[in-house]
């Protein structure tokens, strides 16, 4: 049943994410020819800001989801009920002092946006804040069925409700042309979004509508509170890292290159959007495997994992690397285009970020957050000094430098070394040595695939077409040459005809 839930929650997240795909690049085309890129890039400096804001959940979420996985085991309504009631009341806590905190960031928005001409630019953000906060509400239960391993079941009211936000707002965009108007739909789908979930959630466990006030015991506090102090340290130093660069981005290049440059990340952030699906959708397995199955039978999954991590990783960064820009091109025209050197950097950055999922997963499913909880803000404090300090030398390029180089001197190694130690008392040179392995093939593939793509210079829609039937045959090929007899190709073969023969037998 595990497998199974894992497949199912991986297969619906998967799709989800092509279909939030498919209606996110014409909506992005429809609101740059309505608005301009000048509001694509405030639109972007708003978002990070607000990450930034999010730093007021403490990371309750992730330290309640944890302790849900040995309750739900077990079946024990009483600890669930206790656990849930005080999430509740955490995150109305939480949604209020997001309120006040974007209440007192009102005033500085200028100082972000003294290069832009539009206007209103307060009460834009004033609405930012409104849809963070009514975030938090009924939240917790999603909480929940993520613990119960039906991530497929959020992601299926997620992604329904990310295809209607885009219908609704991109005929506001053609009707009004009104940036407000669209925020204000925002606001309502996720206010409707949190709705639903929570009606889901009341329906799996109907013992979450009893007015029963059961609390957890002081022991349970303490040791939530105590993951709690070391997430929140995670969050604080992950939002500097992704929240700041488009704010250095804003103050020393302007909003317009803000716009630019996300672009780009909306096509990259998309990709990482399902890898994070997937390992979310696997992490509830992960940590019931953790609390149920001996060392030796988690390290197998790990090592599978990884490698199918190693597959997935190499074959989007190659085809991201070819793509990318010809599709930007397409797309938006010749005038969105960035350099060849920025899409590298931007590769790597997604190449590196994209390959600390395994270790990642296993860390947080074993709820390891206080063995290196310094670490995030000594990498968000890295890449603010390198950013800014490249910046003035390289531009755009060296805030994507200062990114890459402070997640290489930190996450990159630092994760894996704590799964290694506590989860499965090995020596972490294996993993490094296994990266190096697969790094140096993925370049190898990707030399092989750029040198074939040469023959085909054009920028016209038929070359692109070319161009990505070669991203997806070479590189896919070449991975299955490569493992065809490796263990983890045969376990992965043999997972996917078992999740088969479960389908054809639950349709007969």
């Known amino acids: 049943m595990r497998t199974y839930n894992s497949f199912r929650n991986v297969t619906i997240s998967f799709f989800g994410q092509i279909l939030a795909m498919l209606i996110a690049f014409p909506a992005r085309y429809i609101f740059i020819k309505t608005l301009g890129v000048e509001y694509l890039g405030l639109n972007s400096l708003f978002i990070n800001i607000v990450t930034i804001l999010s730093l007021a959940d403490l990371g309750i979420g992730s330290a309640i989801v944890y302790s849900l996985y040995a309750p739900l085991a077990k079946k024990n309504e009483n600890t669930i009920m206790g656990l849930m009631n005080f999430y509740k009341k955490a995150y109305t806590v939480i949604g209020i002092v997001v309120f006040v905190f974007g209440v007192l960031i009102l005033p500085f928005v200028s100082f972000f946006t003294s290069t832009t001409t539009i206007p209103y630019v307060h009460f834009i953000f004033f609405l930012f804040v409104i849809n963070t906060t009514i975030s938090y509400f009924y939240a917790y239960k999603r909480s929940i069925v993520i613990a119960n391993q039906k991530n497929y079941i959020i992601n299926t009211i997620h992604y329904s409700s990310i295809v209607l936000l885009n219908i609704f707002q991109v005929l506001i965009l053609l009707i009004t042309k009104n940036f407000v108007l669209f925020l204000v739909i925002q606001i309502l789908m996720t206010l409707l979004e949190n709705l639903l979930i929570s009606k889901v959630a009341n329906k799996m466990f109907p013992f979450l509508k009893n007015k029963n006030k059961i609390s957890i015991s002081n022991e349970e506090k303490t040791s939530i509170f105590a993951n709690v102090r070391a997430i929140l340290l995670h969050k604080f130093g992950g939002a500097i890292l992704q929240g700041t660069d488009n704010i250095v981005i804003s103050l020393y290049l302007g909003v317009y290159w803000v716009g630019l440059y996300s672009n780009y990340i909306l096509v990259v952030n998309a990709i990482i959007a399902i890898f994070n699906q997937i390992y979310n959708s696997v992490t509830a397995s992960v940590g019931n495997?953790?609390?149920?199955?001996?060392?030796?039978?988690?390290?197998?999954?790990?090592?599978?994992?990884?490698?199918?991590?190693?597959?997935?990783?190499?074959?989007?960064?190659?085809?991201?690397?070819?793509?990318?820009?010809?599709?930007?091109?397409?797309?938006?025209?010749?005038?969105?285009?960035?350099?060849?050197?920025?899409?590298?950097?931007?590769?790597?950055?997604?190449?590196?970020?994209?390959?600390?999922?395994?270790?990642?997963?296993?860390?947080?499913?074993?709820?390891?957050?206080?063995?290196?909880?310094?670490?995030?803000?000594?990498?968000?404090?890295?890449?603010?000094?390198?950013?800014?300090?490249?910046?003035?030398?390289?531009?755009?390029?060296?805030?994507?430098?200062?990114?890459?180089?402070?997640?290489?001197?930190?996450?990159?190694?630092?994760?894996?070394?704590?799964?290694?130690?506590?989860?499965?008392?090995?020596?972490?040179?294996?993993?490094?040595?296994?990266?190096?392995?697969?790094?140096?093939?993925?370049?190898?593939?990707?030399?092989?695939?750029?040198?074939?793509?040469?023959?085909?210079?054009?920028?016209?829609?038929?070359?692109?077409?070319?161009?990505?039937?070669?991203?997806?045959?070479?590189?896919?090929?070449?991975?299955?040459?490569?493992?065809?007899?490796?263990?983890?190709?045969?376990?992965?073969?043999?997972?996917?005809?078992?999740?088969?023969?479960?389908?054809?037998?639950?349709?007969?």
Not at 313 to 319: A, K, L, N, Y
Not at 453 to 470: M, N, R, T, V, W
């Open 289 to 508: 495997l953790l609390v149920t199955e001996d060392t030796k039978r988690n390290f197998n999954i790990f090592k599978n994992l990884l490698f199918i991590n190693f597959w997935i990783v190499g074959f989007c960064s190659i085809s991201l690397w070819i793509l990318i820009n010809p599709f930007i091109n397409l797309w938006l025209g010749e005038a969105y285009v960035l350099n060849s050197t920025t899409i590298v950097l931007i590769v790597i950055n997604f190449y590196l970020f994209s390959f600390r999922n395994t270790a990642l997963l296993f860390k947080n499913a074993a709820g390891l957050f206080r063995q290196d909880k310094y670490k995030p803000i000594i990498e968000g404090g890295l890449n603010i000094i390198l950013s800014v300090l490249f910046v003035n030398m390289m531009g755009l390029n060296g805030v994507l430098l200062g990114t890459i180089i402070s997640m290489i001197l930190t996450s990159f190694w630092i994760e894996p070394y704590i799964v290694f130690k506590h989860v499965f008392l090995e020596k972490v040179s294996r993993y490094y040595f296994k990266i190096l392995y697969y790094t140096i093939f993925n370049v190898m593939v990707g030399s092989i695939v750029w040198c074939l793509i040469q023959l085909l210079p054009q920028q016209d829609l038929f070359s692109f077409c070319i161009k990505a039937l070669i991203c997806l045959v070479i590189p896919n090929f070449l991975f299955a040459v490569f493992s065809f007899k490796t263990q983890e190709f045969k376990y992965f073969s043999n997972l996917i005809l078992k999740f088969l023969k479960i389908r054809r037998k639950s349709y007969e």
